[in-house]
C-alpha cells in the first residue's frame, strides 16, 4: 500500500508538470497498481535468494498414528476375536519394533542434532538424545501406548542452535505396549487396556516377561545395559519369579538392581485352582509399595500368562484383549500359544472353562468370586483395582 501511495504521489507530480505543459496524463488503474507492487517484490525476493538462500530442516518421521510391532502384530490384532495367531506368528521371534525419527536438513553448517521428545508440549517430561549431522535418524524403544509425543529438533553449529523444528506423533491404543530390553525376551506392559469400569489400567506399573537368567535351551541374560534400564528408567522395585529356586538356579537376590527377588511357585492354567500361591499373588499385587512389578517364569507364557490372564480380567479387560495378551507369546523365541489348536490349547480351554464356572455375569465378576473363594480378600481386591487405576500413588 506504501508503495502504491508513493506511485500515485509520483503520477500527480507528473500530472502537474503533464498539466502545465499542456499534455493529457491517464491515471493508473488498481491492477497496475498491483502489479507495481508485486514487481517490486519479486525483485526484492531475488535479492534476498541471491544474498543469501534460505535454510531448512524438517523433520520427515514419525508423522500421525504409529504402530510400534512388527506387521504381522499388527494383523493379528487388526483381525480381532476369534483370530488364529498361527496364522499371522509362523517365523516372527520378535514382536516389538522401533519408531524411526528421521529429519531432514540442507545446512552445510550443521555439526550435531538436539532430539527432544515428550509426552508433554513443554517438554517438561522430554527425553533428551544427541544425533550426529550424518546419520540424522534416532531409534524410539518403549514408547507408551496410546500417547501424543511431541519431538522437537535443534540443528547447532558447535554451540549455537541455528534451525529449530517441532512435530508430533501418537502411539497406537490397539495392543500392548511392547518393551525391548536388551538381554531378555517376551516382555510387555500390562497397562492401558480400556476395562468395564469405564476407566484404563495405568502404564508402567506392571510388566510380564520371560526369565532373567539362562532357561532350559534359551539364551535369556539381562545385560548391564538391562539391568540399568530396569532398575533406573522402569523403576522395577519387586521382582517375582514362578519357579521353584532351584528351576531359576538358586539365584539369591534379583538381577534388577534396588530390587527384591521374591518366589512364588506356580504351575500354569487349571493349577490356578487348587494351588495356593495364586492367593499370594494377588496379595502381592495389592500392596502399592511392591510397584513397579517384573513378573515372569522362563518365557513369560504360561505361568505368567495365566496370572496376567486372571489380574486383567479381575480389572475388567475384555476377553478379546486377554486372549490376544496371552497369544501374544507366540511372537516371541517361546513358542506359540494358541488357544484354538497346538498343544497348549487344550490347558488354556480348561482354564477358561473353569474360570467361567464361577458365579457372575460377566467373566469380571467370575474373575472377582474365584479370588474371594481362594481366599484373596475384598480390601487385597480393592487394592489391586486402586493400583492399577491410578487411584493409589506409587512411588518410582
Known sequence: MRKAIVFLCAWISMLTIGLSSGCAMVPPTASEIVSSEKESSKKKNSRNSTDEEEETLMIASPKGEIYPYVDEVKEYLQAGAGADVGDYASGV??????????????????????????????????????????????????????????????????????????????????????????????????????????RRTMQGMLYRGGALLPADVYDCNLTDEGKAYMSEVLGIKTEIDFRTPAEAGNCGGSLIPNAELKYVTLGGYADAFRQSGYKEVFSMLAGVNNYPIYMHCTGGADRTGTVSFLLNALLGVSETELIQDYELTSFSVYGQRNTQRGEYSKYFQEFLERLNAYMGDTLQEKTENYMLTIGVTAEEISSIKAIMFGEISVKK
Request: hydrophobic content about 30%; overall charge negative.
Open 93 to 198: 521371534s520378535v514382536a516389538q519394533s522401533s519408531v524411526k525419527l528421521t529429519c531432514e536438513c540442507d545446512s552445510e553448517r550443521v555439526t550435531q542434532y538436539v532430539v527432544e521428545y515428550a509426552t508433554k508440549a513443554d517438554y517438561s517430561d522430554a527425553i533428551i538424545q544427541t544425533v550426529s549431522k550424518k546419520k540424522k535418524t534416532l531409534l524410539l524403544y518403549n514408547l507408551y501406548k496410546a500417547t501424543k509425543y511431541y519431538v522437537r529438533v535443534t540443528a547447532y553449529e558447535d554451540e549455537e542452535a541455528i534451525l529449530e523444528e517441532e512435530s508430533t506423533f501418537t502411539t497406537t491404543a490397539l495392543g500392548p505396549r511392547f518393551m525391548s530390553i536388551d538381554g531378555i525376551y517376551n516382555v510387555r506392559d500390562l497397562g492401558d487396556y480400556e476395562t468395564s469400569f469405564d
